[in-house]
């Protein structure tokens, strides 16, 4: 697979013809952490600059499947670490052959990124395949204009949102309050995010990911996991010694639900969470 979850220039030309679609399909397959419906999904996206990004689902051992990671979550926070403005074209398959339609919670999800309704999905129907815009999956989708205005920056773009520390003394908790600060939690405001330390030493963040819906809305844990997937291609989750949370005081905390995921996937890993305020 190609560094980090992007497609080489040479490779992007076409990544959505049938036969490329296929190879890419199987070669990212084995790469998909379906253990316990053992149907893993691939997404593969073309951002605006024309780079083709990947993503897949990740089920988390000895939790329940609405704990996991769809394979659309996992693009995008591929494309918001990679810093790609906008998702223009779209494709989820699980064998290559057959291209299907985003679940209804990450076709609401997608509603995040400007003009998601306009993300071109690419569905096989007996006649061929041929490129859908979202909103013809999801016609009377939440708007997250329904709650913010206009002018609020969608998912994928950069965001400072002021939070600091009383005392942010020490890596993980300046790491964790940066993932908090580029959350993005314009319908609660109540942004967190979570920095991860492996036994080797090296740190992964994720930053919560809000959707109007609230259900499809992508934790930071779990977004700290994709970044851990995507650098270590997988490795077990049980090489996570450290996690820290830092998140605001509100009515939708993220703490307790968080340091549940991770002692059931790393059992030897130590958890903290903190307080952070608005300055």
């Known amino acids: 697979m190609e560094e980090n979850f992007v497609l080489s220039p040479t490779r992007n030309v076409d990544a959505f013809s049938?036969?490329?679609?296929?190879?890419?399909?199987?070669?990212?397959?084995?790469?998909?952490?379906?253990l316990t419906s053992n149907t893993p999904y691939i997404a593969i996206g073309r951002g605006s600059s024309d780079q083709i990004y990947l993503g897949f689902d990740v089920e988390l051992p000895d939790l329940p499947?609405?704990?996991?990671?769809?394979?659309?979550?996992?693009?995008?926070?591929?494309?918001t670490s990679n810093?790609?403005?906008?998702?223009?074209?779209?494709?989820?398959?699980?064998?290559?052959?057959?291209?299907?339609?985003?679940?209804?919670?990450?076709?609401?999800?997608?509603?995040?990124?400007?003009?998601?309704?306009e993300i071109q999905t690419l569905?096989?129907?007996?006649?061929?395949?041929?490129?859908?815009p979202l909103e013809m999956l999801l016609p009377q989708s939440f708007s997250r204009y329904s709650t913010i205005s206009d002018d609020v920056p969608d998912v994928l773009l950069l965001r400072d949102n002021g939070l600091t520390l009383k005392n942010s003394y020490g890596?993980?908790?300046?790491?964790?309050?940066?993932?908090?600060?580029?959350?993005?939690?314009?319908?609660?405001?109540?942004?967190?995010?979570?920095?991860?330390?492996?036994?080797?030493?090296?740190?992964?963040?994720?930053?919560?990911?809000?959707?109007v819906a609230d259900i499809p809305s992508l934790g930071p844990l779990q977004a700290a996991l994709v970044n851990f997937v995507i650098d270590t291609g997988g490795r077990e989750f049980k090489n996570i010694v450290v996690a820290v949370l830092v998140e605001t005081r509100s009515s939708f905390p993220q703490a307790d639900t968080a340091k549940m995921i991770i002692q059931k996937i790393a059992p030897e890993c130590s958890f903290n969470a903190y307080h952070a305020q608005s300055s």
């Open 18 to 34: 049938q036969q490329n679609l296929h190879s890419l399909i199987t070669e990212a397959t084995p790469l998909a952490q379906s």
């Open 65 to 79: 499947l609405n704990f996991s990671i769809h394979a659309e979550q996992f693009l995008v926070v591929n494309l």
């Open 83 to 117: 810093q790609e403005p906008k998702l223009r074209d779209l494709a989820i398959s699980n064998d290559g052959s057959h291209c299907y339609a985003p679940c209804g919670h990450c076709c609401q999800f997608l509603q995040e990124i400007n003009k998601g309704n």
């Open 123 to 132: 569905i096989t129907e007996p006649t061929g395949p041929r490129f859908m």
């Open 171 to 211: 890596v993980f908790k300046e790491m964790a309050l940066a993932a908090a600060n580029r959350s993005y939690a314009p319908h609660s405001n109540a942004p967190s995010g979570v920095v991860l330390c492996d036994r080797g030493g090296k740190m992964y963040s994720g930053s919560y990911l809000e959707s």
